[in-house]
T-cell receptor
Framework: EPEVTQTPSHQVTQMGQEVILRCVPI?????FYWYRQILGQKVEFLVS????????KSEIFDDQFSVERPDGSNFTLKIRSTKLEDSAMYFCASTLQGASTDTQYFGPGTRLTVL | AQKITQTQPGMFVQEKEAVTLDCTYD???????LFWYKQPSSGEMIFLIY??????QNATEGRYSLNFQKARKSANLVISASQLGDSAMYFCAMRETTGGFKTIFGAGTRLFVKA
């Protein structure tokens, strides 16, 4: 069964460093998303991406964040200068289309720890 | 106002018993999707079940069923014949047509299955 994959599973970084989280969405899906979950809290939307551009972003997704689809399979989230409060689980998700009835399939997540 | 409300932070159920996890939602859209995800201690988000706003029948997937009461804006998850492996965090979620198709999550309910 097709699935969303994410690498690395765990990333430890120093405050102020740049990190890139990688995702491979399901191959025929067209819409991609990033979410984050701070430990013990709810899952929060960061950004959605379609046709090589951001379609929506939340207040959390400030200038420190960027997304890219560098090739036909990968979808990346870059945090330019990490802060302690960026420590969270980051989930990538994809949908076949953009309808409200489409199920978002999530990757296993990348746990980011900022020291 | 909260879009998704899960009022039960934690629930206990005896193995082999059924359990209902509550979820209410708030939207003015006519077309929307309701989803339940399971998050075990390993952290991944596992899709369980989907209910479309226009679906007249309650969704079922194996031991999971969704008790959809549109007028009351509730979408409760029923797990029948609970198993020890059902112990996890459960999130109710919604995607709206006007919401940019991002998924909005509730705070979650932690389910403990007792042997």
């Amino acid at each position: 069964e097709p699935e969303v994959t994410q690498t690395p599973s765990h990333q430890v970084t120093q405050m102020g460093q740049e990190v890139i989280l990688r995702c491979v969405p399901i191959s025929n899906h067209l819409y991609f998303y990033w979410y984050r979950q701070i430990l013990g809290q709810k899952v929060e939307f960061l950004v959605s991406f379609y046709n090589n551009e951001i379609s929506e972003k939340s207040e959390i997704f400030d200038d420190q964040f960027s997304v890219e689809r560098p090739d036909g399979s990968n979808f990346t989230l870059k945090i330019r200068s990490t802060k302690l409060e960026d420590s969270a689980m980051y989930f990538c998700a994809s949908t076949l289309q953009g309808a409200s009835t489409d199920t978002q399939y999530f990757g296993p997540g990348t746990r980011l720890t900022v020291l | 106002a909260q879009k998704i409300t899960q009022t039960q932070p934690g629930m206990f159920v005896q193995e082999k018993e059924a359990v209902t996890l509550d979820c209410t939602y708030d939207t003015s859209d006519q077309s929307y999707g309701l989803f339940w995800y399971k998050q075990p201690s390993s952290g991944e988000m596992i899709f369980l079940i989907y209910q479309g706003s226009y679906d007249e029948q309650n969704a079922t997937e194996g031991r999971y069923s969704l008790n959809f009461q549109k007028a009351r804006k509730s979408a409760n998850l029923v797990i029948s014949a609970s198993q020890l492996g059902d112990s996890a965090m459960y999130f109710c979620a919604m995607r709206e047509t006007t919401g940019g198709f991002k998924t909005i999550f509730g705070a979650g309910t932690r389910l403990f299955v007792k042997a």
